[in-house]
Each structure stands twice: as C-alpha cells, then as structure tokens.
C-alpha cells in the first residue's frame, strides 16, 4: 500500500512539471516564452519552468525567454483575444499594458455578456423542458386539470418569448468589430 501511494505521488507531482526533460534540453526559450505570453501568463511563469528543469539539472534562458514572452504578450493583449476570452467563460490575465488593457476591455465584456447570454438561454430550455414534461403528464381527469393547463400554456408561452429575445441579444453580441 505503501508503495502504491509514493508511486501516486510520484506521478502526480511529474504532471505538475510545466516542461519535459526534452524540452528543457532543447531549450528553444523564446518560443516557451512566446507561448506563455500568448497564454497570457505572467513574468512570475519562469519560476515554475527553473523548477521542472532544474530536475534535469538545466536551466532556462532568461533573456530568450523574457524576449518571446514579450512578443507572445502582444498576441494575447488584443481586443479580439480578450472578445474570445469573454466568450469562454475565462477571465483576462492583468499582464497587459494599461493602453493595451484598457482597449481590451469593452471587447472582453462583449464576449462575457454572449456567454452569459447562452447560459441564460440553456436555462431558459431547461425550464422550457421541465414545463413541457408538466404538460405531457398532466392528469386530465384531475381536479383544476383545465386551469393547470392553461397555466403551463402560458408559461411555456413566456419562456419561448425570452429564449427568442435573449437569442436575439446573443446574436447582436456574436462578433467583435
């Protein structure tokens, strides 16, 4: 049992590692960098690289690395990127420049607001399906069968109206100029 756990240790702390043996040998430091600056990762990021690699007894390149993170960051710090970020659900790193940062801003709001407005609409489909099955098993020889039904009516009526207006909203926020 003993071994089982260490050998689970072991494992869990290896897939920790940010980079491979291979790729601290390599050494291509400026695109690593490239990477994590497009990834949006901050300057503290190397830290975790001199720890993987430094098991290997390597090192990074600082310079290179700081080079490519500097160029990866003009990907990542884009209104476009920060509209696809918003998109996803994620939340935009504070690595950019305050121009750069500020100019993302409206565009990642834009992103969040369309993926905020398709978690409104599975909602609303959810309700939508939850009403439906209500309908479908409704008794019609039970006592107020008739007033239930309209009421179910309308709501499925209310709900198909919001799905309709947040998919509208969802599509006016679909793109970024």
Do not use: K
């Amino acid at each position: 049992m003993t071994r089982l756990f260490l050998l689970l240790c072991v494992l869990a702390l290896g897939s920790c590692a940010t980079l491979s043996e291979d790729e601290c040998r390599a050494g291509d430091w400026r695109a690593i960098g490239f990477e994590d600056g497009a990834a949006g990762r901050d300057a503290a990021f190397i830290s975790r690289h001199r720890e993987a690699c430094a098991a290997f007894g390597l090192s990074p390149d600082l310079n290179a690395w700081l080079a490519g993170r500097q160029s990866g960051l003009q990907q990542y710090c884009t209104p476009a990127n920060a509209y696809a970020i918003g998109q996803r659900g994620g939340s935009v790193n504070p690595v950019c420049p305050v121009g750069a940062a500020q100019a993302m801003g409206p565009a990642f709001q834009q992103g969040q607001l369309w993926y905020t407005l398709g978690q409104e609409i599975s909602d609303v489909e959810r309700e939508l399906d939850e009403t439906r099955t209500a309908l479908a098993d409704l008794d019609p020889a039970a006592e107020n069968a008739d007033v239930l039904e309209r009421s179910l009516r309308a709501a499925i009526t209310r709900a198909e109206a919001d799905r309709n207006r947040l998919e509208a909203e969802r599509r006016a926020a679909a793109s970024w100029p």
